[in-house]
C-alpha cells in the first residue's frame, strides 16, 4: 500500500463559530481516533486541522494510502475511517482516521482490479463493474493497493461474487452474496444468440 505525508496542527475551539472559520481559510477539521480510551472506555479523539490541498490529495487519487500524519511534531500513521463532503460544492469538509497498530489487523476497503478478456465479453457482452471496492481484515503491512480478479472464464450472464473470491493473508469482509463483477448481455450478444438459435433449427 502506499504511504502519502500530511501536516496538521491541533484544534482548540470545536464551536460551530469556529469550525465555520477554519473552512473558510482552506482548512479541513479533522479527527484521529486510536486505541487509547477514556475513563468510560469511549476511544480518545485527536481533533486538528489539515490545509485543503493536502486533504484532496488522499481524496481524490484512485489509490489508498498509509497516512503519515505530523501533528505539531507529534506522528502518527492512520488509515482514512470516514470522510464528509459539502452537499452542494462537493468539497470535504470533514475527515476522519484511524490510527493503525502494525500488530493488529485492520479493516480497509481496497480498489478491485479485473483483469483479462471475459468469455462473455469474446461473444459480445459487456463487462460490468458492481463494486468499486472491497473491504478486507488483515495487518496494514499485508493489504495491497488493489484486489486483481480474473475475469478471463467469465461467461455471459454469469457473475463473479465476493464469496467466489479469496485472496492470500486477507480475510473478506464485504457479504459472500455481493456481485463484484457480471458480464451482461447487450443488443448485440441478444441478437447473435438469437441467429444461432434459428440456424440450429435448419
Keep these: 500500500m ?32 486510536g486505541e487509547k480510551r477514556n475513563e468510560n472506555g469511549d476511544p480518545v479523539a485527536i481533533h486538528f486541522l489539515v490545509d485543503e490541498k493536502q486533504i484532496n490529495k488522499v481524496v481524490y487519487s484512485p489509490n489508498i494510502y498509509l497516512v503519515n500524519i505530523d501533528i505539531e511534531g507529534t506522528a502518527y500513521q492512520a488509515v482514512v475511517k470516514e470522510i464528509q463532503f459539502h452537499s452542494v460544492k462537493d468539497n470535504v469538509i470533514h475527515m476522519d482516521f484511524y490510527e493503525v497498530n502494525a500488530t493488529k489487523p485492520i479493516v480497509m476497503a481496497v ?20 463494486v468499486r471496492k ?5 495487518s496494514v503491512d499485508a493489504i495491497p493497493e488493489k484486489l486483481t480478479i480474473d475475469v478471463t472464464k467469465l461467461g455471459l450472464g454469469k457473475s463473479i461474487k465476493c464469496g467466489d473470491l479469496s485472496f492470500e493473508g486477507l480475510e473478506l469482509v464485504t457479504p459472500k452474496e455481493v456481485v463484484v463483477v457480471t458480464v451482461k448481455m447487450t443488443r448485440a450478444a441478444l441478437g447473435a444468440a438469437a441467429a444461432a438459435a434459428a440456424a440450429a433449427k435448419k
Design 111 to 130: 480498489p478491485i482490479a479485473p483483469e483479462g478478456l471475459a468469455e462473455g465479453v469474446r461473444a459480445g457482452g459487456k463487462l460490468v463493474t458492481m
Design 2 to 33: 502506499k504511504s502519502i505525508a500530511i501536516n496538521g496542527t491541533l484544534r482548540t475551539d470545536l464551536g460551530k463559530k469556529a469550525t465555520k472559520e477554519v473552512r473558510k481559510q482552506g482548512l479541513v477539521p479533522c479527527v484521529i481516533y
Design 134 to 138: 472491497l473491504k478486507v481484515r488483515a
